[in-house]
Every structure is written in structure tokens, then in C-alpha cells.
């Protein structure tokens, strides 16, 4: 019965996490195909490109609740670490979505919402090292990296080891899917968050999605 949990959790967790609500919105609202706009991401940056505010702030929201709403439904009916499952492979199923050839965001909004709802004094220690080592280097993808590698170590701080497994496996995804900015970090070349509008919008999304 266990296992039945488990994998009802990840498979709901999956499937809940995969549905690209930048691109649904988008379409829905007569502006085509996200994936065509700036960096191609489907992600809340990307969407408030088509100068629409709304949709960006929907966007958001929903990316990074989704994964939050796959660990409480699964935890209130099957327990804690089913919850967590479905939380994790929510976070999976937005960064590499079925519908859109595993092809997704970056997941930082969704990692953010995850922590929120499965411990959320790790959510807020998420959120406070994004909000400060953006304010200080003025580099969003720094302020992602630490966010996130703060999570597994705050979660150990706070006694919850089960929630540092999660947040420790996300942080290494998190990390690949961000090696490309981490090779700019490391050449001094990552946009900051107050460069022009063209240097942020490269070739291949050089900037830091919230998504």
C-alpha cells in the first residue's frame, strides 16, 4: 500500500507540475507561442515580455503554487513523505514537462512555492537569501543558486531531514539546469539585474527565469 502511495503521489506530483501555465496563458490570450518570445522560456520573465503584467503575475503565481498545492494534496491523503514526492516530482514535471518534449522552465518560482507549503521557515530562508544576494550583487541567478542551496542546509537547522533530502535533490537540479549561468558567474559575464533590456534578453535565456 505504501508504494501505491508513493506512486500515485509522484505520478499526480508529475503531471500537476508539467502544465506550462506561461504557454496555456499566453495562448489563451491570443499572443501565440511563449516559446517564441526573448529567451523562449516559459516562464513568468518571459511572459511579462509580451508586455502583459497580468498574465506575468498569473504566470508566477501558479508556477510556483503547483507544486506546493502537489505536496499538500498528497500529504493530507497519504502523509508526509508521499507529500513530499509529489512535491518533488512536481518541481520535475515543470522543468521537464511531457506536453512540451521535456523541454521547461528552470524551476526557481516553483522551488520557492515547494519549500513554502512543505516547511515554510525554509521558504522563508529561501526567499530571504533570493531577496538579499539579489539586492547585494545585483545578479538574479546568484541570488537563485544560494536561495536554493540554502534550502537543504536551513531544513538540516531546523531538525527536518526529510525536507533537506527533498531540498538537497531539487538544489542539484536546480544547479544543472543553471550551468550555463554558472559558467557566466564564473567568467563574469552573467547580466545583472540592471542591465539594459538587450543584454538580458540573449540567444539563449542568459538571465535567471522566474519559472
Known amino acids: 500500500m505504501d508504494i501505491l502511495f508513493l ?27 511563449i516559446r517564441d518570445i526573448g529567451s523562449g522560456n516559459i516562464g513568468a520573465t518571459n511572459v ?10 498569473a504566470t508566477l503565481l501558479l508556477d510556483a503554487g503547483k507544486a506546493g498545492i502537489a505536496a499538500a494534496i498528497f500529504g493530507a491523503l497519504f502523509g508526509t513523505v508521499p507529500g513530499l514526492v509529489a512535491g518533488a516530482l512536481a518541481f520535475a514535471g515543470h522543468c521537464f514537462p511531457v506536453w512540451l518534449g521535456f523541454k521547461g522552465g528552470k524551476g526557481v518560482a516553483t522551488f520557492v512555492g515547494t519549500m513554502l507549503v512543505v516547511y515554510w521557515p525554509v521558504g522563508l530562508v529561501v526567499i530571504g537569501s533570493w531577496l538579499a544576494t539579489a539586492a ?76
Open 7 to 33: 506512486t500515485l503521489s509522484a505520478l499526480g506530483g508529475y503531471f500537476l507540475g508539467s502544465i506550462p501555465f506561461g504557454l496555456v496563458l499566453t495562448r489563451l490570450a491570443g499572443l501565440g507561442d
Open 48 to 57: 511579462l515580455r509580451t508586455g502583459r503584467k497580468d498574465l506575468a503575475a
Open 136 to 211: 547585494i550583487f545585483r545578479v538574479s541567478s546568484l541570488g537563485a543558486l544560494v536561495a536554493a542551496l540554502a534550502a537543504p542546509f536551513a531544513a538540516l537547522g531546523f531538525g527536518r531531514t526529510d525536507v533537506a533530502i527533498m531540498a538537497g535533490t531539487l538544489t542539484l537540479l536546480i544547479y544543472w539546469l543553471h550551468r550555463a549561468n554558472i559558467g557566466r558567474l564564473l567568467k563574469g559575464e552573467e547580466p545583472r539585474i540592471d542591465a539594459k533590456k538587450k543584454a538580458q534578453e540573449t540567444e539563449d535565456g542568459a538571465e535567471t527565469e522566474a519559472d
